[in-house]
T-cell receptor
Framework: DGGITQSPKYLFRKEGQNVTLSCEQN?????MYWYRQDPGQGLRLIYY???????QKGDIAEGYSVSREKKESFPLTVTSAQKNPTAFYLC????????????????FGPGTRLTVL | GQQVMQIPQYQHVQEGEDFTTYCNSS?????IQWYKQRPGGHPVFLIQ?????EVKKQKRLTFQFGEAKKNSSLHITATQTTDVGTYFC???????????FGAGTQVVVTP
């Protein structure tokens, strides 16, 4: 099956600890994205990457870090510098439109619910 | 910066009724996408609108992109219990694939 996988589904960590969330896709998509969703709110972009070994900050990058060493993998590290890390984290990917110069729809993984105690 | 506003935030609908959710951007968009997120799930792509004034239909769902490419709407007719969820609009202003999501309209359907 082609798709995006995120692990784990639920994650609990103590305050002050760094934690890494996994995101893997086998869709051969160029672009990958990390979003944060808080209750009753929309999705806010943390980081995105359009090519291996390159990534850009989104709207709320402070306290987070990413890497893109492989096309299919885009792990997110929530560091101790993130003040309110408890949230639902969603990873997505998309493919560049061959005809135009834009990206098509984003495919989302099932998400990871992070709770910091 | 770019902002995407979505109204209403909540929508209670009697089964069989129609409703509309609206999306407004502070800047002109290159395209707008709509997603649906079921309770406890992840967003799933519904449709993308690119052209000014574009209207697309998917069964009971009608999507519209404004002439100025700054607003959009989703109209659902004859609401069913399967329509329950949160509907998000997401606008793009560049070719990098970045989307600015609205806060979503949470739809509750009463049988």
């Amino acid at each position: 099956d082609g798709g995006i996988t995120q692990s784990p589904k639920y994650l609990f960590r103590k305050e002050g600890q760094n934690v890494t969330l996994s995101c893997e896709q086998n869709l051969n998509h160029d672009a990958m994205y990390w979003y944060r969703q808080d209750p009753g709110q929309g999705l806010r972009l943390i980081y995105y990457s359009q090519i291996v070994n390159d990534f850009q900050k989104g709207d709320i990058a402070e306290g987070y870090s990413v890497s893109r060493e492989k096309k299919e993998s885009f792990p997110l590290t929530v560091t101790s510098a993130q003040k309110n890390p408890t949230a639902f984290y969603l990873c997505a990917s998309s493919i560049r439109d061959l005809v135009g110069s834009s990206y098509n729809e984003q495919f989302f993984g099932p998400g990871t619910r992070l709770t910091v105690l | 910066g770019q902002q995407v506003m979505q109204i209403p935030q909540y929508q209670h609908v009697q089964e069989g009724e129609d409703f509309t959710t609206y999306c407004n951007s502070s800047t002109t968009l290159s395209n707008i996408q709509w997603y649906k997120q079921r309770p406890g799930g992840h967003p799933v792509f519904l449709i993308q609108l690119v052209k000014s004034g574009e209207v697309k239909k998917q069964k009971r769902l009608t999507f519209q992109f404004g002439e100025a490419k700054k607003n959009s709407s989703l109209h659902i007719t004859a609401t069913q219990t399967t329509d329950v969820g949160t509907y998000f609009c997401a606008g793009s202003t560049d070719s990098w694939g970045k989307l600015q999501f609205g806060a979503g309209t949470q739809v509750v359907v009463t049988p």
